[in-house]
């Protein structure tokens, strides 16, 4: 197992060496700056590197298996689940430096980036150039695409496109005993081998150190139409969007927000979009001009239906602009309203959306609790974040346990998006069974055998 302790002085001076003096971090206010995510747990590392190429890693993670210290990968610290807090101290691995767009490759639509790539960045990039990168986490304009590959983060947009694994092609990676790996190829199809992108797509940063990466592009969309719908209720709109769910249109962002996060966002950025509705829907279609035309008149349709009371078509890109601003500001709205938040990221069939919604409502009422629900409902997947004071963490860790119970028993997932790191790793056993798990943990053994890539995280205990 990795050492526990600080890196020695002897160690600093060769990390030194490998990334250079200013690339080295060790006084105590840079060290601060690394040690959370957006959970606001926080644990200092001995040291911050910065790397620069593949054979940097390399050499770091030779001399970690020989001096036996963790070593945490971070890209920009807006993981919702822990993933690049150093819990066991070490060495961070920042890889801000790494961040160029290597090459854009119209013909084939793919695109070869560094880890450190800001996903926005990516996105404007290749937008500008008739391509699109689907993948958009709420926090697309902070983090980068090495920690989207993480976490296999999600978004607005996977209801229609997928997530982050659909459109990673291959990896360069640094295994955690230091030899530089590529897997998958510049293809749209290989079957040559296991599928080893997928095994570090998601890993959490625990099986190796991605330092570039080949990404599948599609060609722009046309034409975009977005629609945001207000219900008294938030099983009405839990119903339109079961409804939608089933039906023929596939909505590229549906996405559910219930009164108590709508409160909260508009707050935050002191505007009134909902006139005190119970609940909001937000839809967004995109394709032809005509498509998206009919398409979003559809929607409409069914929405007012299912009981809305308004249904508000966004004029232009501006309006489009000011609509998810509002949605992407829910997560850190919702720190205004208690200083505390434990913040989830279920995910249920979708047909079970409106059952899981009135069996977290229970439960908030039963523990006597604050519960907000926002989120992808178009694919199941609800943030439902618990709002407390600290003297009420044993109640809103009963309502945790009640509401992992409820989704498994929806045969839903515990995480969608945010990955398990350390705030779910007392409960992926429940979902995956005792088997399951020792055989991920057979794997982190083969490729890690002296625990020293991101340790603490996913298993309460890899060793
Ligand atoms: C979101 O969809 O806003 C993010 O996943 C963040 C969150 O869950 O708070
Ligand atoms: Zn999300």
Redesign the pocket.
Known sequence: MASELQISTAVIKELSSIVGPANLFTGPEELVAYSYDATRTAALPAAVARPVTAREVSQILLLANRRRFPVIPRGAGTG?SGGSVPVRGGLVLSFERMNRILEIDERNRMAVVEPGVITGDLQREVEARGLFYPPD??SQQFCTLGGNIAECAGGLRAVKYGVTRDYVLGLEVVLPTGEIIETGSRTLKSVAGYDLTRLIVGSEGTLGVVTRIILRLLPRPESVETLSAFFPHIRDAGLAVAKISAGPIRPRALELIDSGAIRAVETYLKQDVSRGAGAMVLLEVDGSPQATASEAGALERVCREAGAVSVTRAADKSEQDRIWKLR?S??PALYTIKPRKI?E?IVVPPARVPDILAEVQDIARRHGLLIVCF??AGDGNI?T?ILLEEAERPQAEEAVKEIFAAVLRMQGSISG??GIGITKAPFLPLETGEQALEVMRKIKRALDPNNILNPGKIFLNAE
Do not use: T, V
């Open positions: 919702m986490p709420a992407r829910i997560s913040n990221d989120g992808h943030h974040n998006e945010h």
